[in-house]
């Protein structure tokens, strides 16, 4: 059975369009693949906390030697990574906010960047270990960067999720958002036929 893990990273709790287009991608992935199991992962609600002294020391504890806080922190860890593992397809709702993705998208993916978990460092330089996954990353955005210097969200996400062994990775963006009804319109508009021809 093919699982689905959606992962709406918007500061906003209702009426984010990354996290509205992100819906409408993954229930057409569902009809694609009949019995599909989707998984939501909302960062908003999930409170994870950013990297500082207690977590990092968690991580880089040695298993036999953690405090019950530290065992509690990288179970969380270990949770989302197993998650994701899990995981066929991966849909990452991702707002464009100042030139990059969400702090809260940022933290998900320091919880889940673990050498000697999801990646490894070998003789001939790091390797993903979340390989096997088809990776779609929709992204809404004020105004219009894709393809030119500003639009440092792309390289950043190709660049992490390659890291982890995720190379198929699609885009798709929703442009100009702030830019007018009609560019607003016209912006969902393309969203949505890219969605249509998943």
């Not at 908003?44 to 065992?71: C, I, K, M, N, Y």
Request: aromatic share 8%; hydrophobic share 45%; net charge negative.
């Amino acid at each position: 059975m093919t699982t689905i893990l959606q992962i709406n990273s918007a500061a906003r709790s209702q009426g984010a369009q990354s996290t509205l287009l992100a819906d409408e991608l993954t229930a057409k992935l569902q009809q694609a693949n009949a019995g599909a199991k989707v998984v939501v992962r909302n960062l908003l609600g999930d409170s994870l906390p950013h990297l500082d002294d207690a977590t990092l020391g968690a991580f880089f504890t040695p298993a036999d030697q953690r405090t019950a806080e530290q065992v509690a922190i990288n179970a969380k860890s270990q949770a989302l990574i197993d998650e994701l593992q899990a995981a066929d397809i991966v849909v990452i709702a991702a707002p464009l906010y100042n030139f990059g993705i969400s702090s809260q998208l940022k933290t998900y993916f320091d919880w889940i960047a673990r050498a000697g978990i999801t990646f490894s460092y070998t003789a001939n330089g790091p390797e993903g270990l979340v390989k096997g996954k088809k990776v779609y990353v929709v992204s809404a955005r004020g105004g219009k960067y894709a393809g030119t210097p500003h639009d440092s969200q792309t390289p950043f996400l190709k660049t992490f999720l390659a890291f982890l062994g995720m190379t198929d990775v699609n885009f798709i963006y929703a442009e100009g958002l702030n830019m007018g009804p009609d560019a607003a319109g016209a912006a969902l508009a393309s969203a949505r036929e890219a969605i249509a021809a998943v």
